[in-house]
């Protein structure tokens, strides 16, 4: 008899339950073993338990340790904290990872398969920023700290080197401003650099860039990188950039691994424009529910499922509008579970 593998799920807000839908479907042609726990969060949260993280819901997660999240509303502006930067600090989900991959080619560029590991907890994302008032105009002088530590960088980027081994990238470079911000980024490019030369030499090569070049090379040539690890602020640009170079964010899945938990999302928001349509693209979070199934070390369901969208996507040719298709939400996961099934 198989396990079951204990998992919180939270269809989230817009288009979430509509993509979430669709996720369960293709998991469970799969068999995926998961035991689900549903929870609320974000909007839907404040609206049934006057709490956009209700306490129910960090319980679930602190008890299963790997959840499955679609889109959480946060109003701009004023209104409640973001719940997803909540949860990132609440289960120290210190690793972002953002896998980009072309899925369908004829784009500006074929064949891109690269990954983006950002640090998710420290650098100029702490939040450290005030004002400083001069005579009568008190927003004369704005000042953000940044912090990033030895521990936070060294645990970061065990896990990205690890990850690397894992996947077979037989690259990583390691994304920096230590030029200019010599100790803020210098402090991580110093213990990406120690960490290389005590445990990693040889496993992989290892390379350096700023992330100025970075950013220029990888619009001119993805193909030249294979795994980017970098500190909050550039990870969170790069990871958007490499997103767009395959397609854009509603093709892009995003994992949150951290010491306490590990949390798999789409990238893209709650969609609200197009909500309760049922033409949503559930791609981003079939790729996110992809890499929860690698997490949990059932490789072959991964592939199995990775494959099946190939298929459906540029075989069969079944789109949604996003996409310049004419495929609804249903639609698009039927052609899918029949390629899982008879794949
Ligand atoms: P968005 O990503 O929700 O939408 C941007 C555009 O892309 C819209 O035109 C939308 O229709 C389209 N789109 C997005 N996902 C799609 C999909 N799967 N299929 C087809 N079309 C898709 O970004 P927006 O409008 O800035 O944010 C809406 C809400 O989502 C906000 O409250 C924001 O805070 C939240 N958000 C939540 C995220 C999360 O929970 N991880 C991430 C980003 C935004």
């Known amino acids: 008899m198989t396990t079951l593998i204990p998992a919180t799920l939270i269809p989230g807000d817009g288009i979430g339950p509509e993509i979430i839908d669709a996720t369960l479907a293709a998991l469970d042609a799969l068999k995926a073993p998961f035991d689900w726990d549903r929870q609320i969060a974000g909007l839907e949260g404040v609206e049934q338990a006057g709490d956009p993280l209700p306490q129910a819901t960090l319980d679930s997660i602190r008890r299963t340790r790997l959840a499955l999240k679609g889109p959480l509303e946060t109003p701009s502006g004023g209104g409640y904290r973001s719940s997803n930067v909540r949860l990132r600090e609440e289960f120290k989900l210190y690793a972002n990872l953002r896998p980009a991959r ?92 120690e960490l290389y030369e005590r445990k990693y030499k040889g496993k992989f090569e290892l390379d350096t860039i700023i992330v100025d070049a970075c950013a220029m090379k990888l619009v001119l040539n993805p193909l030249q990188f294979d795994m980017l690890v970098t500190t909050n602020l550039f990870g969170d640009i790069l990871s958007d950039l490499v997103a767009g170079l395959v397609g854009g964010l509603g093709m892009a899945p995003g994992a949150n691994i951290g010491a306490d938990a590990a949390i798999f999302e789409a990238v893209h928001g709650s969609a609200p424009d197009i909500a309760g349509k049922g033409i949503a693209n559930p791609t981003a979070l079939l790729l996110a529910a992809a890499l929860m199934l690698d997490h949990v070390k059932l490789t072959e369901k991964a592939t199995r499922l990775r494959q099946a969208l190939d298929a459906t996507l540029n075989i069969d040719k079944v789109r949604t509008g996003d996409l310049g298709g004419k495929a609804n939400t249903a639609a698009f996961t039927k052609a899918l579970v029949s390629r899982i099934a008879n794949g």
């Not at 899925?103 to 650098?123: A, M, S």
């Not at 100029?124 to 002088?141: F, K, M, R, S, T």
């Open 102 to 193: 072309t899925i369908i080619p004829g784009g500006r560029f074929d064949n891109v398969d690269l990954v983006v590991v950002r640090e998710n907890l420290e650098g100029l994302y702490i939040g450290h920023e005030h004002y400083v008032q001069i005579d009568d105009d008190p927003h004369a002088v704005a000042m953000g700290t940044g912090i990033n530590t030895r521990a936070g960088s060294r645990r970061l980027l065990e896990f990205a080197f690890e990850h690397a081994i894992a996947a077979g990238r037989k690259k990583v470079t390691l994304v920096h401003k230590a030029n200019i911000m010599k100790a803020l980024t210098g402090i991580f490019l110093e213990t990406g650099l």
